[in-house]
């Protein structure tokens, strides 16, 4: 029988429910786990999502977080990757089946069986638990799905590479981006804004699109070239046939088909937002080019963690701000209204002050 250990956590019982302070139980370290005192975890939509009920019903408890940063503090016996004392980060999972195709091409997060996510997947160790994130004291990993943290970041704002800029970072590195290349950014918030600043480190030519003129000088600031006001057709038509390559970080509805117009011959468009409904598409839209149409969904351990070096040496990480956990009901409520430039990073120090 796994041993377990009770921690103090932040979650929620129901969707509708708010989240509160909550005790949870994780597995003890067994010999290829690390321990981890969270230091920092950012707040990604997915965590509002899923908390909610948003993308189909979710395990309840339900405790997100999956952009963790953090301290070793305990290291199994065989674990030959980390040390305590070692600063490193857990994504947005915890485990895969290690054995399918994809596991073997470091491929994890397209795991034949599934991979377990960091939260809201069931729990190997302990069953009939969910798997609980990072709004919590620490977490156990297996070393294997475990990052190291280069050690010129800034920990706070390094936590939401561990997905907002992994998401971004894996199609613009499988669509070969690099000087010469023309990328179009469309939506500047979390993901857009990790979107543009590593768009430019790789060499490209970086135009964003937003359907807000006040963020036109924000967009300059991250590193883009251009800026187009969406909202407008005459600035979208001057692009019309020129870009390379899109990356569409919008989760609400809106029209593809402008965006796949502004596609040259053989020009891709990657969705990484995640739209409710399905989003129409025009037969000629991709027809008529050669274009294509497709999706991105976070990286492999190993990409992450090239994603996190390739940063650390172009010094980028998140534009933050920060919060205490006592103040994240608060914080998904100005994440609905994107009220935050451009994540919300939580300082679980704060977590140690709340009541048991």
Known sequence: MTETTNIKAYGTEAAEAPLNQMGISRRKPTPHDVEIEILFCGVCHSDLHTARSEWGPSMYPCVPGHEIVGRIVTAGDHVQ????????????????????????????????????????????????????????????VNENYVLRIPENMDLAAAAPLLCAGITTYSPLRHWNIGPGKKVGVVGIGGLGHMGIKIAKAMGAEVIAFTTSESKFAEAKRLGADEIVLSKDKEQMAAYRGKLHFIIDAVSAQHDINAYLNLLRVDGSLALVGAPEYPLPVAAFSVIQGRKSFAGSMIGGIA??????????????????????????????????????????????????????
């Open 81 to 140: 990757k980390f040390k305590v004392g070692d600063m490193v980060g857990v994504g947005c999972m915890v485990d895969s089946c290690r054995e399918c195709q994809y596991c073997k091409e470091d491929l994890e997060q397209f795991c034949e069986p599934g991979m377990t996510g960091t939260y809201n997947s069931p729990d190997k160790h302990i069953p009939g638990n969910p798997t609980f994130g990072g709004y919590s004291e620490s977490i156990v």
């Open 303 to 356: 990409e992450t963690q090239e994603m996190l070096d390739f940063c650390a040496e172009h010094n980028i990480v998140a534009d933050i701000e920060m919060i205490d956990i006592q103040q994240i009901n608060e914080a998904y409520e100005r994440l609905l209204k994107g009220d935050v430039k451009y994540r919300f990073v939580i300082d679980m120090a704060s977590i140690k002050a709340s009541e048991r």
